[in-house]
């Protein structure tokens, strides 16, 4: 067994956890919506044909702000298409994902779906095949009340209160060869800022987030961000970051550290975007969107070109990646990440949310289960409250292929200084041997241990899929409480919290 210690002391706050941390996307992609949260037929929907077991499951999860319609399916998008009276939508080709989209969901019918999940929108243009005006254009649709053409538009086709959408992005992935409209971030920055301008003289109000890299990775990174900023700057609230993990070749060591790459990619964005503040003279900050990010076995996909030029199918199995114990225990690192970086990170998406890239699953006509990074989502969702507590974690380190030396564990904590709640997240990487940690509390006071989380499995490639659904689950963690000392063993390839109340 090894040993790491740590200390807890609220006193050294990274910054408040928002609750649009822990936000979700939903895009028009695969199995997402039709057959996902959508599916008329099924014995469980309800009267708009949502089905409620997969409701039930996203209001479980505990999901804010749902990023919509998409992702790479934007970037072909034609807004109108999906509103007004549904036997006059059209069915349109979705070049991103070779599908047909029947745009029996639009913008109304997912705003009600949200009503009932209790999270809000967040809502993406076309900045791909699209510009200014066709953004104007949805916004006014959206939050304009009444008195103009569009608005009234909205009315007519029922909804009389506006949608109020309070975040924008400004399209996806702009910097992605993939992506249609893809263009340089000089041309990018140029259309994003004069479409940010446009956005604003309509409604001031709104939260505006403009498209970074599409990974770290991109050949383009850095210089991206610097250039898109530079034009965007005074006009935009916050700057997007998407990352995804997996295995790559059997290399679990670097895999385990993926957060230590999300780490240091949260914190380059965030230099250069403070490196373009101080040439500009600008007191203002520019915050990070993280707004896609996930575990994701993107060398798995299969292709989605058509075999025929009459082959676009409604609603195909696509990245249904079924998740292990191991990516749950990856995934719980990623949100360690992102409260570590409170102070920066004010918004993130989980990509996605039901069937692809998703903590839930759902099979037409049967069931819905949760997949084992639901688990590290939902109890991180729930338990982390008031400030993102930064610790002093000493721990063994281990040597990895793409990270360098990266500590065994690493941590994080959330204290609410009113109720006392405290919560501390933890991931251990070693591969061999359980390890035990000594966590030192005795600057909350006196405290106790409510309820404790361990996502782990003996074997790490356990899954939970239609015929086993809950063959990996969370169970309590060996821990104890004294004298101010936690001592928790972890075992190896290991997830978990803790949660503490203090008198
Ligand atoms: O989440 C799946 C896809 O990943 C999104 O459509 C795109 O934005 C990203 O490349």
Known sequence: ????????????????????????????????????????????????????????????????????PGGNFVSGFRWEDSVGPRERRPRRLDLAWHSTETNEIGLHEF???????????????????????????????????????????????????PFDVRVWCLGNEMDGPWQLGHRSADDYG?????????????????????????????????????????????????????????????DVDSFLASAVDMDRFIEAVAATADHVGAVKGSDKRIDISFDEWNVWYI????????????????????????????????????????????????????????????????EPGGPTW????????????????????????????????????????????THDADTGATAIFLVHRGREEAIEVTIDVSGLGAAEIVETHLLHDDDPYARNTLDDPERVQPRAVESRLEGGILRVTLPPIAWAALALRTR
């Open 299 to 362: 060398d798995r996909v299969d292709s989605v070109k058509p075999t025929a030029i009459d082959d676009w199918p409604v609603a195909p199995r696509l990245l249904e990646d079924v998740y292990s114990a191991l990516d749950a225990v990856v995934f719980g690192s990623l949100l360690i990440s992102l409260l570590s970086h409170a102070d920066r990170v004010a918004s993130a998406s989980l990509a996605q949310l039901v069937n692809v890239i998703a903590p839930i699953m759902t």
């Open 111 to 161: 705003s009600d779906w949200l009503t009932k999940a209790g999270s809000d929108l967040m809502l993406a243009v076309n900045l791909g095949t699209r510009g200014t005006l066709e953004a104007i254009d949805l916004l006014e649709y959206s939050n304009i009340p009444g008195g103009s053409a569009l608005s009234q538009q909205r009315i007519d086709n029922g909804r009389t209160a």
């Open 370 to 413: 949760r997949q084992t990074t639901f688990f590290p989502f939902a109890i991180t969702s729930r338990l982390a409250q008031g400030d993102a507590v930064r610790l002093h974690v000493e721990a063994p380190s281990i040597d990895t292929a793409k990270h360098g030396t990266v500590a065994a564990v690493d941590a994080v904590a």
């Open 1 to 68: 067994m090894t040993a790491a210690r740590i200390t807890v002391d609220p006193r050294f706050p990274i910054g408040a956890v928002r609750r649009r941390l822990f936000g979700g996307f939903v895009e028009h992609l695969g199995r997402h919506v039709y057959d996902g949260i959508y599916e008329p037929g099924h014995p469980a929907a309800d009267e708009q044909g949502f089905r409620r077991d997969v409701l039930e499951l996203v209001r479980e999860l505990g999901v804010s702000l749902i990023r919509y």
């Open 190 to 250: 140029k259309l994003a800022a004069q479409t940010a301008k446009g956005m604003r003289q309509m409604d001031p109000s709104i939260e505006l987030v403009v498209c970074g890299s599409s990974g770290a990775q991109m050949p383009t990174f850095g210089e991206w961000e610097r250039v898109v900023l530079e034009h965007t700057y005074d006009d935009v609230d916050m700057i997007s970051c998407h990352a995804y993990y997996q295995e790559h070749d059997g």
